[in-house]
């Protein structure tokens, strides 16, 4: 029931308890006796003119184990707890949160949620589900009419023959459409940035140093973490441009005995290519040296792999005959 206290009127505390000495306030913190038991806050109301009204709390105090706290690395912090564009690739969720115990924390989400969790503790990521997204559409017209989506994400810490358990912390994640200045974003936030950054300052070409150095680094052109894939590839094919990831990221054939060349690899679907500012053209060539984008199928059906991706496998129609040769690739070209 609430309690309400005139203008002019003031609110004073006291504690009692069996916890050695009762405890002590000070400003908004209290600190507890020296044993086990129980402290009981009361808060008293008073104005003029009216009586005195108060509201009391009791907790109980166990001294045989140690208190612990969940920390947060906030978005601020170099790797902390940020809004994200969605990806394909898993966030890793169990760098962003810690226990002042060190114990492993576990982490749950709402069924309903974009994400799944996979793995545990310190090595806990969230994945992106490979069904469709979550963004809403105009089911007139197809177009997009949600910008955001967002999930809860609740962590906790159950303690052990040492700790207490941890008051359970719960935050809310954003979760935004992906684009090509947000991809340059989220590197920022990335942990391994700076250190990335760094490294890739001692192999710039002779003369660039800088923001000429910073600005060539994060440029579509740029191979940040020198895997041999540069930034524009990396995010047309969903691939990481802080961590050598060459193989995964880059197209790759699939062997076959019908004679034609095929081809597999990963691209934004229809939904966000536009946004990510990539194009992706499948063409083939006979030298090498001259290339066509006629003669070329899709192979079935995209395979959805979520954060708003597929893959995909592309084949030339006709067969190689006798004496001859024929290739195909893939090529990015950067709205």
Request: charged share 25%; aromatic share 8%.
């Amino acid at each position: 029931m609430p309690r309400y206290i005139a203008n002019g009127g003031s609110v004073t505390y006291s504690i009692t308890g069996t916890t050695g000495g009762g405890g002590t306030i000070s400003g908004t913190s209290v600190t507890t006796g020296s044993s086990s038991g129980s402290i009981t806050i009361k808060a008293y109301a008073t104005g003029g003119g009216f009586e005195t009204k108060f509201s009391s709390i009791t907790v109980q105090v166990d001294g045989s184990k140690t208190g612990q706290k969940i920390l947060v690395r906030e978005g601020g912090d170099s790797g902390g707890l940020r809004d994200l564009p969605i990806s394909r690739r898993p966030i890793g969720i169990g760098q962003m949160f810690s226990s002042t115990s060190n114990l492993a924390l576990s982490y749950s989400v709402a069924g309903d949620a974009p994400v799944k969790l996979d793995g545990t503790g310190k090595d806990a990521k969230l994945v992106f589900k490979t069904s469709k997204d979550g963004f809403s559409k105009n089911d007139l017209k197809g177009k997009f009419t949600g910008d955001t989506m967002s999930f809860d994400i609740t962590v906790t810490q159950t303690g052990n023959g040492s700790f207490h358990a941890a008051e359970s912390v719960t935050r809310t994640i954003k979760l935004m459409k992906p684009t090509k200045s947000l991809f340059f974003e989220e590197r920022k936030a990335d942990a391994r940035y700076d250190d990335m950054k760094s490294k890739a300052m001692n192999r710039m070409p002779a003369g660039v140093s800088g923001e000429k150095a910073t600005a060539l680094f994060d440029s579509d052109k740029y191979d940040s973490d020198g895997d041999g894939v540069s930034n524009l590839l990396e995010r047309a094919f969903g691939g990481d441009s802080l961590g050598n990831d060459s193989r995964g990221a880059r197209p790759a054939p699939v062997k076959t005995n019908d004679g034609k060349e095929y081809l597999s690899f990963t691209r934004y679907d229809s939904d966000y290519q536009s946004t990510m500012g990539v194009q992706y053209i499948v063409e083939k060539s006979t030298d090498r040296r001259t290339w066509s984008s006629s003669g070329i199928e899709q192979v079935g059906s995209a395979v959805d792999l979520g954060g708003g991706m597929e893959r995909v496998v592309y084949r030339t129609t006709a067969a190689t005959s006798a004496g001859t040769t024929q290739f195909i690739r893939v090529r990015v070209k950067a709205r």
